[in-house]
């Protein structure tokens, strides 16, 4: 840290890591009560605020409800509904009863939703209408209306008992999929939002003066953990749009609303530079983050917007601890291709080839994923002195860390980590394939940044074609995720393999450039 950024990181560091730190106070009531915490934009660009005075009364009354539902503190309670404010409500008050939020993105399916929800160990999910047919089928689950239990919580008093879960309470959940095995749980700490702070307040300069619009998806870290999590402990109101993206609707609500401090995938800036309707955005910062951003897109920026686009890197398991900082106090001119340098209160470099952040870093908080600890062994070095990204790249002699590869088979694909495991998973129930296997290319279009490819060998009798390819791809939409189906299938007769079985992925690729 540098002698700018040390008192201010310091100070987030005695908020958060305290033993008596209590979420919903840290986050909604301390605030001035008359304060916005979010505007929410509907599809139709009609507008609406949450205060955090509302925030307040209504999470209050909501825990009374919840609690008879017998939620309590360390409670694994999954979230699946739009970004709407009821999903702020609720989390809020899930946070009042000591319990930790579960976030479940809303293009999964039942599939993908019941994944999550099992290895949460969770017994119910908070849903709404629009979602409550993939929560339903999943056995053994309760299914709660966040409409029903708003109108239940209107006759209610408001719960007025506080939960200090203390610096090392978990208060999220979230699950990361990886090559093989089922998604793996983070448990995220309440010290871990002093990072968050800090990342906003550095990297991407969200002042009080600015109009804040972080377009992530709060189903994922990006939008939760800087979406949602740290826009209320920085008291910076934030836009939540609840409609899926496309550049007409996300070019209109930047003008309409004047924001002034946008952030996004390069997958956005690319599908807006190509649509032609910037005329009117007038854009003080831009930041990217979810997949790596390339300098065409910068030199757009700048020769189209008068912006620079600053990209940023991180993980679920870090939060974001690699970037181009945008505050005037540790901002550096952008290098071509490099995602920036280590963080304020981040030690990062490159060890044996891989991205690695030092676990002495102050603002360091993985301890590892829930209940898994082979698997978080594989994370760290031997010695425990660094935590092992798993992704490969470069620093050169002025600290700026440049992406190269990733070192597992994790596919990124429009700003979203998608395991092949999951996706195989589900193409493999499918009655004409006997086996099959998921990697990631380069999108030829050059707009999502990767895709997912899937190389199915099927079972005697199947018929391979165009008819058989848009079966499997809705097989895997409806069953685990828009998102994820595969953009291209190939049949193949048999897949490479090791002796011992397991697949070589690495061999597909070279396949699919031949």
Not at 177 to 198: C, E, L, M, Q, W
Not at 263 to 279: D, F, H, K
Not at 392 to 413: N, S
Not at 440 to 467: F, H, N, S
Request: glycine share 8%.
């Amino acid at each position: 840290m540098t002698s700018d950024t040390r008192p201010t990181i310091e100070g987030w560091l005695a908020e958060y890591d305290a033993r008596d730190a209590d979420v919903a106070w840290l986050l909604c009531d301390r605030h001035d009560p008359n304060a916005v915490a979010f505007t929410f934009v509907d599809a139709d660009l009609r507008t609406h605020d949450l205060t955090f005075g509302e925030l307040a009364e209504r999470s209050r009354r909501l825990a009374t409800v919840l609690a008879d539902h017998e939620l309590r503190r360390g409670s694994r309670v999954p979230v699946l509904m739009g970004k709407r404010p009821e999903l702020i409500v609720t989390l809020v008050a899930i946070w009042r009863l000591g319990a930790v939020h579960v976030p479940l993105f809303t293009a999964f399916a039942t599939g993908a939703v019941q994944l999550r929800v099992e290895a949460a160990g969770a017994e119910l999910v908070i849903t709404d209408r629009a979602q409550r047919a993939k929560v339903d089928p999943i056995p053994g689950i309760t299914a709660l209306d966040v409409d029903q239990l708003e109108r239940a919580a209107a006759d209610r008093e408001p719960h007025t008992g506080r939960e200090t879960v203390g610096g090392d309470g978990t208060f999220l959940q979230l699950y990361t999929s990886g090559t093989t095995g089922r998604p793996k749980g983070v448990p995220v700490p309440v010290r871990a939002i002093a990072g968050f702070r800090s990342y906003m307040h550095f990297a991407m300069d969200v002042t009080a003066d600015d109009v804040h619009w972080n377009a992530a998806d709060p189903g994922w870290a990006y939008g939760l953990y800087y979406g949602i999590v740290t826009p209320l402990a920085a008291a910076r109101r934030n836009l939540l749009v609840d409609a899926g993206f496309t550049p007409e609707l996300t070019t209109e609500v930047l003008r309409r609303q004047a924001v002034t401090n946008f952030a996004g995938a390069p997958t956005m800036y690319r599908a807006i530079g190509r649509s032609g309707l910037v005329e009117g955005v007038r854009l003080r910062r831009a930041c990217s983050a979810g997949e790596p951003l390339t300098p065409d897109i910068v030199r757009w920026a700048r020769e189209t917007l008068d912006v620079e686009i600053r990209d940023h890197y991180g993980q679920t398991e870090l939060g974001m601890v690699i970037g181009n900082c945008a505050h005037e106090n540790v901002a550096r001119p952008l290098k071509d291709a490099s995602m920036g340098q280590q963080l304020p209160g981040i030690v990062a470099d490159v060890v044996d080839g891989r991205i690695a952040v030092s676990t002495k870093s102050p603002l360091f908080w993985f301890t590892g994923y829930r209940g898994e600890p082979e698997r978080t062994d594989e994370r760290f070095t031997g010695d425990g002195a660094w935590y092992l990204t798993g992704d490969t790249g470069r620093v050169d002699e002025d600290g700026y860390f440049f992406f190269t590869a990733r070192d597992d088979d994790v596919i990124l694909a429009a700003g979203y980590r998608i395991g092949p495991f999951d996706v195989e998973s589900v193409l493999i129930t499918h009655p004409a394939v006997a086996d099959v296997a998921v990697v990631g290319q380069k999108d030829p279009d050059g707009v999502r940044g990767e895709i997912v490819v899937a190389y199915a060998v099927l079972l005697e009798g199947a018929e391979p074609g165009d008819d058989l390819v848009r079966e499997l791809q809705a097989h895997v939409r409806e069953r685990y995720s828009a998102h994820a189906y595969p953009r291209l299938i190939r049949f193949v007769d048999a897949l490479p393999k090791t002796p011992s079985g397991k697949v070589q992925r690495f061999k597909l690729r070279e396949l699919h450039a031949d």
